[in-house]
DNA sequence: CATGATACATACTTTAGGGTAAGTACTTGT
DNA sequence: ACAAGTACTTACCCTAAAGTATGTATCATG
């Protein structure tokens, strides 16, 4: 989880756009690369570390932690793991993670209709 | 409009992403910190470039045309410049554009419900 | 005659995010 | 004894995206 700085205009300018735009507070919580990803695999199902690792081959280990972590302290997904050796460790989506189910969904539909050309783009 | 190298992992990562995650094609199109912004004042309305800027004061005249020529090229606004002078050119969503208010909805549905604590996060 | 308003453009710098590579700790299987 | 699997961590690098600053052309107005 790299340190952000402090006094940056473009951190100021990410609070204004957190403040002024609901849609910018969604998109911290799942943009970047994978997170859409992991989302979509946790929408069917509790999964463990090393299966999201095989379900998304691209993903480097340290990007799918760091979003798992992020994804875990924004209140998305839940962590829990069990006390054994080895490690065993689930992720699953909380409430406020299937909450955005229904935004990946219309998201979805929007990417298929221009695929599918129902809009001149 | 920076110039993409072709060949980085980074790019080669996000074409996977493309091709393999909907969402993903929706970020590439509405990410960036001003875009949902642009956007959602356009859905009131078609704006002249100066109301836009004035309308999001904190973004700067770089920021503000680059993004609108990124929306343009993506077929989400249309720009309509009379050719008079002083110039005026006004930007309005496509009809591509205006599919998208629904998930832009869905978002700030979602963003709402958390700020008015609906979920435990 | 110079300032302001219009809608941009462009060179340069910074930073946040993503990527690479390697290491940790502990156990089971061969 | 050593490789493999579990779930990470950490140090370092590279680049795409954002920001700074300044310039352009044309006309109207004071």
Known sequence: MTAIKESSTIQENK??????????FVMEK????????ILY??????KRYSELKRAIPAVT???LIQHLKQLETD??????????????VTYSLSEAGKGLLPVIDAMA?????????????
């Open 30 to 37: 799942i943009g970047g690369y994978w997170k859409p990803i």
């Open 75 to 88: 209140g998305l997904v839940i962590r829990e793991a069990k006390p054994v050796v080895p490690p065993f």
């Open 61 to 63: 280990e340290k990007m």
């Open 41 to 46: 695999h946790l929408s069917t199902g509790d």
């Open 109 to 121: 539909a929007w990417a298929f209709k221009v695929k599918d050309g129902v809009y001149s783009v």
């Open 15 to 24: 609070h204004y756009a957190l403040e002024k735009c609901p849609v910018t």
